[in-house]
């Protein structure tokens, strides 16, 4: 089972690219799915992009379409977020967080959760 989840943030300007990177302990991670969610301040966690446990499968929310990119590598145990063209409405805490079931961590139902990274993006 996945039994820690962590992962990095950062200070960005607008218009410029991040990358976090989300670390998990546990023999089994390469059976999980998982995903990375956001949430502002003021406003719900929601989930930003998703990805199957072999990779052929990814979700991204239209807000981030086409900017944001998930991999993950399960030799490693890691799982990352490639986030380019910054936008300010982008800044929040991020987590990744892990499940069994594709399903359960696009509708954010996930077993495992990181402690969240803060993005900030200045203007």
């Known amino acids: 089972q996945v039994q820690r989840l962590e992962s990095g943030g950062g200070l960005v300007q607008a218009g410029g690219s991040l990358r976090l990177a989300c670390t998990a302990s546990?023999?089994?991670?390469?059976?999980?799915?998982m995903g990375w969610f956001r949430q502002a301040p003021g406003k719900q966690r929601e989930v930003v992009t998703a990805?199957?446990?072999?990779?052929?499968?990814?979700w991204y929310a239209n807000s981030v379409k086409g900017r944001f990119t998930i991999s993950r590598d399960n030799a490693k145990n890691m799982v990352y977020l490639q986030m380019n063209s910054l936008k300010s409405e982008d800044a929040a805490v991020y987590y990744c967080?892990?499940?069994?079931?594709?399903?359960?961590?696009?509708?954010?139902?996930?077993?495992?959760w990181g402690q969240g990274t803060q993005v900030t993006v200045s203007s």
């Open positions: 967080a892990a499940d069994r079931q594709y399903a359960s961590v696009l509708y954010g139902r996930c077993d495992y």
């Open positions: 990805i199957y446990w072999n990779n052929d499968n990814t």
């Open positions: 546990g023999r089994t991670f390469s059976s999980y799915a």
